[in-house]
């Protein structure tokens, strides 16, 4: 298991664990049937974000979704989460 708080100053997203007030919300995909409860939610803001968090999280199991903005003008993003 790592520790997920030495990742924090590998990147320039946030992390976000299951006593975050925001953790219900982000865990929630599209699909309502899908009800999953992750160790931890990685918000990737860049490119390097999703590098660092991939290479840091070798060898634990990983789901990353990708957050496409772009059509409103917000940019792209990317969410690693630790599988339970």
Do not use: W
Not at 10 to 31: D, M, V
Not at 41 to 67: A, N
Not at 72 to 77: F, K, S
């Amino acid at each position: 298991m790592v520790n997920i708080e030495e990742l924090k100053d590998k990147i320039t997203g946030k992390i976000i664990l299951p006593n975050n007030p925001e953790y219900e919300k982000e865990r929630r995909i599209f699909n309502g049937m899908i009800d999953k409860h992750p160790k931890a939610i990685i918000k990737c803001m860049t490119v390097s974000d999703v590098i660092q968090s991939v290479k840091f999280l070798k060898g634990e199991e990983v789901s990353i979704r990708g957050v496409n903005k772009r059509r409103r003008g917000l940019g792209g993003r990317c969410c690693v989460g630790i599988c339970s």
